[in-house]
Nanobody, 122 residues
């Protein structure tokens, strides 16, 4: 199966932007529907965004619509999450996830990265 490694997290101020990346290795990346999830301290992990295996369809949580953009480069085996206009409530560990030929539903993902921390100061 595919292995996932996130990067790009950091400490930013409210209103700033970050681009998160997820490098995939192993099985054919282009066969995987990919997603981003996040988990804040004391809260359950929540769905953020997903993109299907050829990049033609995307889905977003209402809380990030219009601010975050998910994209993928199958030639580079890399998934991205552009996060703009960050808010303190966006602060969390962000996880990359994969689903082999899966749909965009949050429950379809079964491969996970180790996470990257995003900290937003007000």
């Amino acid at each position: 199966q595919v292995q996932l490694v996130e990067s790009g997290g950091g400490l930013v101020q409210a209103g700033d932007s970050l681009r998160l990346s997820c490098a995939a290795s192993g099985r054919t990346f282009s066969s995987y529907t990919m997603g981003w999830f996040r988990q804040a301290p004391g809260k359950e992990r929540e769905f953020v965004a997903a993109i299907n295996w050829f990049g033609g369809r995307t889905r977003y949580a209402d809380s990030v619509k219009g601010r975050f953009t998910i994209s993928r480069d199958n030639a580079k085996n890399t998934l991205y999450l552009q996060t703009n206009s960050l808010k303190p409530e966006d602060m969390a560990v962000y996880y990359c996830a994969a689903s082999y030929l899966g749909n965009l539903g949050a429950s379809s993902f079964d491969v996970w990265g180790q996470g990257t921390q995003v900290t937003v100061s007000s």
